[in-house]
């Protein structure tokens, strides 16, 4: 569920090299610019609750321009489509296309676009 980083030639759902577990990037001061500006929304959107911590969740949520991108780690295969995540992707996917945009998820080989839940198919 990693994404790539071509700045320093590392592949998707590879680590990173400078990336130590339990104390994070080892060149924090001099990382480049793709790793300056990637903000997780786990960490960024104060609205995704505590089970969308990627270490917990296998999922990783991200925004590129009017993409909202949802990275599966492959071990985890269908986690996404387990409650709470696929009635928060559907809720996600109505937000990001009420303003133009689109929700992605990736694992492994497959991609997918999210859609929301059409209204007739919510129950009261």
Avoid at 58 to 76: F, K
């Amino acid at each position: 569920m990693l994404p790539d980083i071509e700045a320093l030639q590392k592949p998707a759902d590879r680590p990173c090299p400078h990336c130590s577990l339990g104390t994070g990037c080892n060149a924090y001061e001099t990382r480049p610019q793709p790793c300056r500006d990637f903000l997780c929304l786990w960490v960024s959107d104060d609205q995704l609750r505590s089970e969308w911590q990627p270490s917990r969740s296998g999922m990783l949520v991200y925004r590129q321009g009017a993409q909202l991108t949802v990275l599966v780690d492959p071990s985890r295969r269908g986690i996404w489509q387990s409650e709470p995540y696929a009635a928060d992707l559907a809720r996600m996917a109505e937000t990001v296309e009420a303003d133009g945009g689109y929700l992605i998820l990736f694992c492994g080989e497959m991609v997918e676009r999210i859609r929301p839940i059409p209204a007739a198919a919510v129950r009261t």
